[in-house]
């Protein structure tokens, strides 16, 4: 799974390889939906893990609906993350579509 820093940064790598290139070239290394609960495309991540390097307490908390802690992200393509910080405050190092995991405390 690897550490956050390098699951962001391989994100982010995606995202830059998305201009001009189909975001699906580079998938996450689980391309399969993952043991999290994570759908084939998103990265799994703890939201103790995001929440120090500036992602949003209340948006996480928002997002973990089954709260285990765990929610799935896949980056933007940097028109749309370019589009999304035009209207919005951007203060984390890449913007994501998040999304709950499936598994955990139903
Ligand atoms: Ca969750």
Redesign the pocket.
Known sequence: MGTVSQRVMSAIGCAALGAGVLLSVCTPAQATPSSSGCAGGFFTFTTAELLPIGYNAEFLSAV????????CGRPLSPKQQEKFCASHECTVPIIMDFR??DR?NL
Request: no cysteine; hydrophobic share 20%; aromatic share 0%.
């Open positions: 973990d609906h089954n709260g285990d802690g765990v929610v709950d995991n955990g």
